[in-house]
């Protein structure tokens, strides 16, 4: 079957980046103001760490995803001020504050919860440290990338655990923005999904490509002699081969199915169906199928599918799920909910007091404890000046990995299939009610030490 | 005050696209694969027409907004297979198709509603109308950027409409993908929003800036002799005068108001809280600033806003609202749910039949009829091949306007100063019932003509 033609590219060698534009605009105005005054008093200077956590899970989920990390980096290096850029800031700031954009360069420290890596309310998934002048102008870029990528991660991840191994293919780009829409497949990836339709994401992140065929192919073949679904079924065999998927539900999905078989043989790779009664209709198709000798064909779904949806349909023999709206979506929760936090000045924990939204305070650092057969079962969160805390006869490994040290990304760097690697053993390594998708507690607790 | 201090640039000049890259793989690989087939059976070249639709509006909302229309014709200019795109179309593509694409362009007309326009259900937003080959590899790109755009700008109009005439300011870049942050902030502006804090978006579409401060600025003159509000105030008000917003909650507000007039005088421009009882906390502020002779310093609220707290607001003493993630994710409805769908073939209408998702066939028109009040009462959706609908002593409007032809753009295109105008008209000619907050019915019902 071939609804994934595309060679598979996963190596490192892959461009991740979107053409090397600046990125120094994606960013919100008071960044610059800010970074203005503190050059005026002189705190701009002043050593920092800002933190990047979530403060809650969305609706009642039981983990989160890190997902971003690779494409924020590649965004962090070009994070320039050029004379476009500049033009725009000089319409708000003083030359001083001009000039020392002009020279930027982020020359701190960032440490980060791996790529793929599962992470709890208040995980520390990113500590930025530097001056507060290179570090605050950073708040808008970061917080985009990962808010976005790993909020559709979290709901495909979601949803690879529920298709329970069968293929998942990513054809979500029409309803979210076009740019988003490469990063969504590749977060989809990230979080196992098996291929995707975009082709910005096949190029840039070597993401293998899929597609079936749209109900206008079959529309296209009509004639005033009525529906000519054979013919549209013959000239996408003949274009794409034997190993084609035809969509069958244009007109009845019976009747489509039979002229499926009827053009192509019992050799043909695939039927999708994109309406109806998806479980009812599956069964029924198989049935059909194997009564028509075309055992090996496979059955593809799509139509409005979340996680729910597929697991509703586990019972039926469905083999491949198509997702669109609610994976680039981030079923429900379309943004992460991360935030980015002063946590220390000049070695001094900060932290804002009003109602509702506390912070603590601190640069941090994070350990998970596991069972020997490799079920977690607590985050500790501490001070990254405090001693590590016992293991208590678990496994206890380090969360924060370094990623930039004086403003160069560390060599070697995980590679998209590393971290698709990380989020499968980070889906085994839950506990058996971190799985659920009905609303609940996160999968496990999280201990902040002081 | 000065939360907007970016000069507003509204000109035709203003360039609205992203730097001219290829938008061509912004695709989904059937897309390519069906060209292919069609290409090879002679069917590439009848003529077609798809229509861009919303089944129903999302949530029980009341009406759509139009947007992006312009953003699309801008990258639709872009769509050209160059060098690297045909690289990755050559990994399952035949040479002639590849060439064809090479010489792509699109050739055919283009009619929509105008960006900015209302619409409802079954509405037809977009005809593109040309060969079946140049028309069916449009459709992710189409759809991508209408149903982004059009989310945020119909999220955003429910917000400006419960604003009833305060200012309001969109900050929601780092809840989005950071290139659908700017593009959120052109649809929020498009529907009525004052001001962004997004560089990217002032830049690229002129829209006034705006910013005030963060908790870092206030923690970040921190000592270790106790907290430094006062000190962080001064450093902002030297920076960036008297008329800039002081964030007042870090600590404590009320303390925090008081040392923001004791620094900055009572000609402060304004104080912003971020968190709390937003509507408790105002009348207190307004009461506090009041007794101390500050009575133009204005109160900007921001916090998790959407329509229903901006409405819950209207009788608390704030000026201005500052919304973020509710805006860019549509508050619950993050994608417009649009399709393209072929409805026309060499002239004669066609329409998928399968179950829960039929299209009506053929080429139409609309117009919207008004009372002579301007109040709008219906939408009537005519095949084009047809009359036009009797007016039935209403007002009647034609609602598709021409946008392309033979592949140019129809010179004179509105800015999206017309568009936020016509957004503006289009809510005031709204029924009293179209601007409930509530989950209702669509605001007029639409009759489709056969």
Known sequence: M??????????????????????????????????????????????????????????????????????????????????AELEVAARFLDPRTLDWLREYRFGGDIDGYREGELYFPGSPILS???????????????????NHDSAVAAAAARMVSAAAGRRTIEMGSRRTHEQAAPASARAAYL??????????????????????????????????????????????????????????????????????????????????????????????????????GATGTRIVVSGDLDEYAIAALRAEP?????????????????????????????????????????????????????RSTGTIVEEIVYPAAGERPPANGHDSRDLLVPLVRKGETVGDLPTLADGRALVAAGLVSLPWEGLKLSAGEPAIPTTFLQ
């Open 2 to 83: 071939s609804f994934c033609r595309t060679p598979a590219v996963y190596s490192g060698d892959v461009t991740t980046t979107d053409a090397g534009a600046s990125t120094a605009l994606l960013t919100d105005q008071y960044e610059l103001t800010m970074l203005a005054a503190a050059l005026a008093d002189d705190s701009a200077q002043r050593r920092c760490t800002f933190e990047v956590f979530a403060r809650r899970l969305p609706h009642g989920r039981r983990y989160g995803v890190v997902a971003g990390t690779g494409r924020l980096l590649d965004a962090l290096a070009d994070f320039r001020f050029g004379a």
């Open 128 to 146: 930025v440290r530097g001056t507060f002048a290179e570090c605050v102008v950073l708040e808008t870029l970061i917080l985009s990338i990962l």
């Open 191 to 292: 979080a196992g999904f098996d291929a995707t339709s975009n082709l910005e994401a096949v190029r840039r992140y070597g993401i293998p490509g899929a597609g079936t065929s749209a109900h206008a192919f079959t529309l296209l073949h009509s004639s005033r002699d009525g529906q000519q679904e054979a013919a549209a079924f013959r000239s996408q065999i003949e274009a794409l081969g034997i190993g084609t998927t035809l969509l069958v539900d244009t007109f009845d999905i019976t009747r489509g199915v039979a002229t499926a078989i009827e053009v192509a043989g019992p050799e043909l790779g695939g039927v999708r169906i994109d309406s109806g009664d998806l479980g009812v209709l599956a069964r029924q198709v198989r049935d059909q199928l194997d009564g028509l």
């Open 318 to 370: 469905v083999d491949v799920y198509g997702v669109g709206t609610s994976l680039v979506t981030g079923s429900g929760a379309p943004t992460a909910g991360m935030v980015y936090k002063l946590v220390e000045v000049d070695g001094l924990p900060v932290a804002k007091r009003s109602s509702h939204k506390e912070s603590r305070g601190g640069t941090k650092r994070a350990v998970r404890l596991a």
